[in-house]
């Protein structure tokens, strides 16, 4: 029989309670990333590939410039489209071959901009993904990015012409969770270029940090207690299902309760995963993993002494729960 997992109804009332308390600074959604670029088109690309590729972030780091994961991959990204790369133009990129977008990628993911002093790892993978997708632009969207979000109306489902249906047919964008599509779509949106014309089937974006912290809280349930075991022990496992599942359905929950977006939720968990909730906890350490916090810098939170979170999570007085970790899986989905 195989384990069950299921959201606990009665702990995300109590976290979406909380999260109704909260705000996201705006500053947040002014960074350079999603406001810098005035090319639109140059824009879109830079927002495309650089969610193609983006997962399994942990080794990516600039510490020079104290820059790790997805922080950094921004970083790159903004700094390609300020240069006007070859590597954010379809038509070039398929005319390039493997080796030459491989060898471009690690270059851009190095602080000395040596392609043998990168961090960027699973370069093969991240290759085939950011290829096939600048392929399927150029062969159905006459190489603009832009077009895809116009046929789309801003729907994420519309009878095979919604957003997540276009890009269902990209490996890069291919998870059925939508895990980088619903991250994509959330960037569109903070950058001025769509609007959600269905956020009914919007799903929430879910990765690994979200996981962490959402087990470790209690939000999740199990129809057999030996899973909390399995987790804690960090084991590979070759599936994240059914904990992925009833994670988004978790977030779902809260989101009714918060009176947030859904899109909204991934900005609060993945910082405090990030951050607050990682190898070190705010609530036993009493310090984040990051410096400055993630999660500090972008809620606006007062005092982050404590975690917020705390009169609501199990883990927080539960070392059972404390230690939980989230499925380790081999996936590009994110």
């Known amino acids: 029989m195989k384990v069950q997992a299921f959201p606990d109804a009665e702990r995300c009332r109590r976290i979406g309670e909380i999260l109704g308390k909260l705000r996201i600074r705006n500053i947040f959604y002014e960074r350079p990333f999603l406001k810098e670029i005035d090319d639109i088109e140059l824009k879109y690309s830079m927002l495309f590939n650089a ?11 600039c510490i020079p410039e104290n820059l790790f994961g997805w922080d950094y991959l921004e970083g790159v990204f903004l700094s390609l489209a300020k240069t006007r790369s070859w590597l954010l133009f379809p038509d070039e990129v398929v005319a390039r071959s493997t080796i030459e977008v491989s060898d471009a990628l690690l270059s851009a993911f190095s602080c000395k901009r040596c392609s043998k002093e990168s961090t960027l790892d699973r370069i093969e993978e991240r290759s085939r993904l950011y290829i096939g997708l600048n392929q399927f632009v150029k062969h159905s ?64 974006v879910m990765d690994y940090h979200m996981q962490r912290v959402l087990l470790r809280m209690g939000c999740i349930e199990f129809s057999d207690s030996s899973m909390l075991d399995k987790l804690r022990s960090k084991i590979p496992a070759s599936t994240d299902e059914p904990v992925r599942s009833a994670c988004i359905d978790a977030l779902k929950l809260m989101t009714n309760v918060s009176g947030h977006a859904p899109w909204v939720m991934n900005d609060f968990f993945w910082p405090l995963g990030r951050s607050c909730c990682n190898e070190t906890t705010l609530c036993k350490d009493r310090m984040c993993s990051k410096s ?7 809620t606006d939170t007062g005092d982050h002494t404590n975690c917020i979170f705390e009169p609501a999570c199990k883990g927080a007085g539960d070392e059972r729960y404390r230690t939980l970790w989230e499925p380790l899986v081999e996936t590009h989905y994110y």
């Not at 969610?51 to 780091?61: E, F, G, K």
């Not at 979000?149 to 276009?166: A, D, H, T």
């Not at 291919?174 to 569109?188: E, R, V």
């Not at 400055?292 to 972008?298: D, Q």
């Open 51 to 61: 969610v193609a590729i983006c997962h399994q972030t942990r080794n990516l780091a």
């Open 141 to 204: 969207y006459g190489a603009l990015f832009s077009e895809i979000v116009k046929n789309s109306g801003g729907y994420l489902r519309n009878n095979g012409n919604g957003f997540y249906e276009i890009l269902a047919s990209t490996e890069a964008f291919s998870d059925p969770k939508l895990k980088k599509a619903s991250f994509l779509f959330k960037l569109l949106m903070e950058a001025g270029l769509t609007d959600a014309s269905d956020p009914e089937n919007y799903i929430p």
């Open 292 to 298: 400055p916090c993630t999660f500090f810098t972008i």
